[in-house]
């Protein structure tokens, strides 16, 4: 998805193309679309840690941790898209609706971050071997 939305970006603004290349677009914020570029960024490295994060997890998880694991993430990536799109319903077909989804997004990546990184690293109980 965040390919689409990068791609419909330098479509709609190609001289966009060459900042892109030059610099990032959290550098200057000037204009809507660079605030808006920079949520986007912003959340791709979000997730990008988030990802490593919870590919961690499933490595030190028993089997049957794993599952809980696994289901609690399914669950989480249905929220946040509930979550983020009802944050950002009120700015539909505003140019702050794009922005406004991207910052929920971080903002909600972030704190399930801290979450998965407090879960315990060590064999549950029930997993340990008898």
């Not at 914020?29 to 961690?56: L, W």
């Not at 898209?81 to 539909?92: I, N, Q, T, V």
């Not at 702050?96 to 997004?105: A, P, S, V």
Request: one cysteine or more.
């Amino acid at each position: 998805m965040s390919f689409k939305i990068t791609l419909l970006f330098f479509l709609l603004f190609p001289g966009s193309v060459l900042l892109a290349q030059n610099a990032s677009p959290c550098a200057t914020m000037a204009t809507q679309e660079e605030i808006t570029a920079c949520a986007i960024v912003q959340y791709n490295e979000t997730e990008t840690a988030m990802d490593s994060i919870y590919q961690h997890a499933l490595k030190q998880a028993g089997a049957n941790y794993k599952n809980h694991i696994r289901n609690m993430h399914e669950t989480w990536k249905n929220y946040v898209g509930a979550a983020c799109s009802c944050e950002a319903f009120p700015f539909s077909a505003t140019s702050l609706e794009t922005l406004m989804r991207y910052q929920c997004l971080n903002r909600l990546t972030r704190a399930y971050m801290q979450q998965l990184q407090q879960l315990p690293w060590e064999m549950p109980l029930e997993e340990a071997p008898k």
